[in-house]
C-alpha cells in the first residue's frame, strides 16, 4: 500500500447527540454493548479502487439490500478492544496495532481485503475522540470499540467473494463483563467442536460465534457460565473458552494451549505471555487434556485456571462439568496469582502502573 494516498475522514457531527444527563444516566450502569455512542466510523471498499469514502458521521441503522452477500454467507470478521481513562484524564488503547493486525490475518482468511493498520487505528482515535465524553470515569469501566467488516455485494452467486465491503467502527460503554471478580463456571464441550485445522479457528469472525451459541447454551442448560472447547479429532485437548483464551497455574507456572490454527490468538494472552516474566512467573505455550486438568486439581499440583480477553479482561475458573465428570479448581474461589496478573494488567491500562512494553496508545 505504499503508493496509495492516506485516506482522509469526512467528518459529519451529529445533530441529535444524547444531551449530558442522558449520557449520564446510561454511564451510571453501562452494562456490556448494550448502548452505542453518538457517532460511528464507516469506509467503503469496492475491487479495483480500494478503501474510499472514509468518514466519521451519526450513530445509525445501515440501510442493505437484503441480497447482500453477509447475510446469506457470512463473509464477516470483527475485533474488540477498549479505550480506558487514566487517573491523569488522558484516554488510551491498548496495543491497538496488534488489532490492526490481527484484523487483517482474519481479513485474508476470510478472503476479505487488508486496510492499512495506520487506517485502521487513526478510525479508533477519531471516533474516540470525538465521543471522549463517553469514555466511563468509573474504575474498571471502559468504551468497548468494535471494529468490523462485512461483505456488501448484492448478490447471491458464491463463484468469488464479494467485490464490495463496508469497514465499520461502533463503540459502547462497558462495566466489567463478569461481575467484579467471581470464579466462573465452565462446561466442557464433547458434543460441538468450534474450529477444525484448515477452518477459521484462529479468525476473529462472526460465522465462529454462529456455530457456538448452541454449545453456549449448553453450557447454561448444564448450570454453567461457559463453554469450554476442545480439539476437533479427540475432544480431549482444551482450546479456549467462549470468546476468551484459558492459563492453567501451577503455582508458580502458566501454561496455556498453544497457538494451532484452531485457537483465537488473545493479545490479552499473549500480553499475559510477556507479563508472566516480569511478576516472576514461567510462562509456557503447550498442550492440555482434560484428563490432566482433573488430575492436576485432585492432586492440588495444578492450583489456579483463568480466562482471559479483551472483554472479560482477567476472569478466574472456579469449576468445571462435563458429560461424565465434575471437579473444582482450587476451593473454587479466585486464586492469588489469577487476580495479580488482573491487577497488573489493569494497572498498566489505567495507568497506575509502569508500561514497560509501550503497550498504551494514548488517544486524547
Ligand atoms: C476475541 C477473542 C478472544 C480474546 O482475544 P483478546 O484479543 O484477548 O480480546 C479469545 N477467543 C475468541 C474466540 C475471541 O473471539
Known amino acids: 500500500m505504499t503508493t496509495a494516498q492516506k485516506l482522509s475522514f469526512d467528518v459529519q457531527t451529529s445533530d441529535h447527540?444524547?444531551?449530558?444527563?442522558?449520557?449520564?444516566?446510561?454511564?451510571?450502569?453501562?452494562?456490556?454493548?448494550?448502548?452505542?455512542?453518538?457517532?460511528?466510523?464507516?469506509?467503503?471498499?469496492?475491487?479495483?479502487?480500494?478503501?474510499h469514502d472514509a468518514r466519521l458521521m451519526p450513530y445509525g441503522p445501515l440501510l442493505l439490500d437484503p441480497s447482500t452477500s453477509v447475510f446469506h454467507y457470512a463473509q464477516e470478521l470483527f475485533e474488540g478492544l477498549k479505550a480506558y481513562r487514566q487517573e491523569s484524564g488522558s484516554i488510551v488503547?491498548?496495543?491497538?496495532?496488534?488489532?490492526?493486525?490481527?484484523?487483517?490475518?482474519s481479513a485474508r482468511r476470510m478472503a476479505m481485503p487488508e486496510l492499512p493498520e495506520e487506517t485502521f487505528v487513526e478510525s479508533l482515535e477519531l471516533?474516540?475522540?470525538?465521543?471522549?465524553?463517553?469514555v466511563p470515569t468509573t474504575p474498571?469501566?471502559?468504551?468497548?470499540?468494535?471494529?468490523?467488516?462485512?461483505?456488501?455485494?448484492?448478490?447471491?452467486?458464491?463463484?468469488?467473494?464479494?467485490?464490495?465491503y463496508k469497514y465499520m467502527v461502533i463503540a459502547s460503554p462497558a462495566a466489567a463483563y463478569f461481575g467484579a471478580s467471581q470464579a466462573v463456571s465452565v462446561w466442557l464441550s464433547t458434543e460441538y467442536t468450534r474450529a477444525a485445522p484448515g477452518g477459521t479457528g484462529?479468525?476473529?469472525?462472526?460465522?465462529?460465534?454462529?456455530?457456538?451459541?448452541?454449545?453456549?447454551?449448553?453450557?447454561?442448560?448444564?448450570?454453567?457460565?461457559?463453554?469450554?472447547?476442545l480439539d476437533a479429532f479427540e475432544h480431549r485437548y482444551v482450546e479456549e473458552m467462549g470468546g476468551m483464551n484459558l492459563f492453567f497455574v501451577y503455582g508458580d507456572r502458566l501454561?496455556?494451549?498453544?497457538?494451532?490454527?484452531?485457537?483465537?490468538?488473545?493479545?490479552?494472552?499473549?500480553?499475559?505471555?510477556?507479563?508472566?516474566?516480569?511478576?516472576?512467573?514461567?510462562?509456557?505455550?503447550?498442550?492440555?487434556?482434560?484428563?490432566?486438568?482433573?488430575?492436576?486439581?485432585?492432586?492440588?499440583?495444578?492450583?489456579?485456571?483463568?480466562?482471559?480477553?479483551?472483554?472479560?479482561?482477567?476472569?478466574?475458573?472456579?469449576?468445571?462439568?462435563?458429560?461424565?465428570?465434575?471437579?473444582?479448581v482450587g476451593d473454587g474461589t479466585p486464586g492469588?496469582?489469577?487476580?495479580?496478573?488482573?491487577?497488573?494488567?489493569t494497572g498498566i491500562q489505567y495507568g497506575t502502573?509502569?508500561?514497560?512494553?509501550?503497550?498504551?496508545?494514548?488517544?486524547?
Open 255 to 328: 501454561l496455556t494451549p498453544a497457538l494451532t490454527g484452531t485457537l483465537l490468538p488473545g493479545i490479552t494472552r499473549d500480553s499475559i505471555l510477556t507479563l508472566a516474566g516480569d511478576l516472576g512467573l514461567k510462562a509456557e505455550e503447550g498442550r492440555l487434556s482434560i484428563e490432566e486438568w482433573q488430575e492436576g486439581c485432585e492432586s492440588g499440583e495444578l492450583t489456579e485456571v483463568f480466562a482471559c480477553g479483551t472483554a472479560a479482561v482477567v476472569t478466574p475458573v472456579g469449576s468445571v462439568k462435563g458429560a461424565d465428570r465434575a471437579w473444582s
Open 336 to 345: 492469588e496469582v489469577t487476580m495479580r496478573i488482573r491487577e497488573e494488567l
Open 127 to 134: 471516533l474516540v475522540q470525538t465521543d471522549r465524553d463517553w
Open 202 to 229: 484462529f479468525a476473529k469472525c462472526g460465522g465462529n460465534y454462529a456455530a457456538a451459541f448452541v454449545a453456549q447454551r449448553q453450557a447454561v442448560e448444564q448450570g454453567c457460565d461457559q463453554v469450554v472447547w
Open 93 to 105: 488503547s491498548f496495543r491497538p496495532q496488534a488489532n490492526a493486525a490481527r484484523f487483517n490475518t
Open 140 to 164: 474498571g469501566h471502559s468504551l468497548y470499540l468494535r471494529p468490523f467488516m462485512i461483505a456488501t455485494q448484492s448478490a447471491l452467486g458464491v463463484n468469488y467473494p464479494s467485490q464490495t
Open 353 to 364: 502502573r509502569p508500561d514497560p512494553h509501550g503497550w498504551v496508545h494514548k488517544i486524547c
Open 17 to 51: 447527540a444524547r444531551t449530558a444527563a442522558e449520557r449520564e444516566q446510561v454511564l451510571a450502569s453501562p452494562g456490556f454493548g448494550q448502548v452505542f455512542t453518538d457517532h460511528m466510523i464507516s469506509i467503503d471498499y469496492t475491487e479495483g479502487r480500494g478503501w
